[in-house]
């Protein structure tokens, strides 16, 4: 069983720059969300996906966008990048009904130039 | 809106002595409850939960209670090991008119001694 994957790891940008990050869920899960976590505070939920469509969005403007694919892997675009934009990306992945029980990738941190 | 607070850090502790971590929430639904664990270096885990008031969560020692009347669910352990010392956040999700929300707390990290 595999566990989830994001990609890259690390990444570096300059403001009004566009990003893509990816994610691949732990096998079998069909719903994936995003995170943003910002230096020494929690995680803020960005969007959850399911069925390739959205499900939940939490406080984040338009140019936070995403997708999710037939075989339930997942990007998160930001568009305009800013300087606050700097921060740990989270994905997790889970089974539809199941939202409780997040399995949670390692990151990718963004720096913002 | 929706929050969650929990108790702010570093707290330090002796190995073997008694741990709490606060936390406490506001939601407009009925959310479920959850500790999540980050050990170092390591990505986040889910430790407990609990769906309903009243309910207790309880893994690897630690427990937490969904008190719906103080609106709290702290974590507890009764005695802590060098290798508790983590970062700790409470959170809180559920299902609202506009799809799945979640929400953590800021994190409490945790530092015990042997």
């Known amino acids: 069983e595999t566990g989830v994957t994001q990609s890259p790891t690390h990444l570096i940008k300059t403001r009004g720059q566009q990003v893509t990050l990816r994610c691949s869920s732990q096998?079998?899960?069909?719903?994936v969300s995003w995170y943003q976590q910002a230096l020494g505070q929690g995680p803020q939920f960005i969007f959850q996906?399911?069925?390739?469509?959205?499900?939940g969005r939490g406080n984040f403007p338009p140019r936070f966008s995403g997708l999710q694919f037939p075989n339930y892997s997942s990007e998160l675009n930001v568009n305009a990048l800013e300087l606050d934009d700097s921060a740990l990306y989270l994905c997790?992945?889970?089974?539809?009904?199941?939202?409780?029980?997040?399995?949670f990738g390692s990151g990718t941190q963004l720096s913002v130039l | 809106g929706d929050s969650v607070t929990q108790m702010e850090g570093p707290v330090t502790l002796s190995e073997e002595a008694f741990l709490t971590i606060n936390c406490t929430y506001t939601?407009?639904?009925?959310?479920?409850l959850f500790w999540y664990v980050q050990y170092p270096g390591e990505g986040l885990q889910l430790l407990l939960k609990?769906?309903?008031?009243?309910d207790k969560g309880s893994n690897k020692g630690f427990e937490a209670t969904y008190r719906k009347e103080t609106t709290s669910f702290h974590l507890e352990k009764g005695s802590v090991q060098v290798s508790d010392s983590a970062v700790y956040f409470c959170?809180?999700?559920?299902?609202?008119?506009?799809?799945?929300?979640?929400?953590f707390g800021a994190g409490t990290r945790l530092f015990v001694k042997a």
């Open positions: 996906y399911y069925r390739e469509e959205e499900n």
């Open positions: 959170a809180l999700s559920y299902i609202g008119t506009g799809g799945f929300k979640t929400i």
């Open positions: 997790a992945s889970s089974l539809a009904g199941e939202n409780e029980k997040l399995f």
């Open positions: 609990a769906t309903k008031a009243d």
């Open positions: 096998s079998g899960h069909n719903t």
């Open positions: 939601a407009t639904g009925y959310p479920s």
